[in-house]
């Protein structure tokens, strides 16, 4: 015969599971309340405030003006604003390449710009302009004594400044630098010709189509003719080396490099 539990027995063991219960209901309800209270204190506390904004590699813009750009102030709040959205505001500025923005300490923001690199000057009557590794023009207020970059004359077509633009873009750093200035020769719709002025006292004859090809050998040119008179290196067609005394002297006379010009 099956035993008979009695009802008054069951009593202490029922209570003790519906008080277990109602703990557990309060203690979610308590932590609820905490958790809120906590999250409205700090929302009204200055450690939800934006601290610092941060800017770097700004070189065409001042870091103010992308400060400025993005919207942000010192006391906004740190999750009233979209780091992503921040990042396509800015990217859509003249000569910006990409943009990050991230939250860095709890309470700074970070903004790292990559810009364009700046590839020439550009020189119309006196005035400068950047020509950006993009093709693009970037104005500038003047050139730089510090500048290192090649001033570019009589680029006045957008597609010509884009071909030597990739040009100088696949050129050796040490020759990159050593030119001083790029001249489009004759009618530039047209034309394919540059003289370059070389740093170390050269002129250059070349095509735009070529000229990085042809660049690769300036140096072993230069060490062959053993820095004696200056000349025009002439990479048009072959190479070919005339003296200055010669080409400006009223008799240019060509000297196949790596034979008589040695």
Known sequence: MDKVIDIEERIPSMRERRRRKT??????????????????????????????????????????????????????????????DIEESLGKIEGVKKVSVSRKWFRDIEIEITEWKTVAYLEDGGQYSLLLESGEMFPTTMLSPEAESPVLNNFKNPDTRKRITKQLLKLDE?????????????????????????????????????????????????????????????????????????????????????????
């Open 23 to 84: 703990n557990k209901k309060f203690l979610f309800m308590l932590t609820v309340f905490v958790i809120a209270l906590l999250a409205i204190l700090y929302f009204q506390s200055p450690l939800s405030k934006l601290e610092a904004i941060k800017v770097s590699g700004a070189v065409l813009h001042e870091p103010a003006f992308y400060e400025e750009q993005s919207g942000l102030t010192v006391d906004n709040s740190l999750w009233s604003f979209s780091t992503e």
């Open 174 to 262: 040490s020759v990159y630098h050593l030119i001083s200035e790029i001249i489009v020769m004759g009618e530039e719709d047209d034309s394919d010709s540059i003289t370059v002025y070389m740093d170390d006292g050269y002129e250059v004859r070349a095509f735009i189509s070529t000229f990085a090809e042809n660049m690769t050998y300036y140096p072993d040119i230069t060490a062959q003719l053993n820095g004696n008179e200056k000349g025009v290196i002439d990479m048009e067609v072959g190479a070919f080396f005339t003296p200055f005394s010669k080409v400006y002297g009223g008799i240019e006379e060509e000297d196949p490099i790596g034979e008589e010009g040695e």
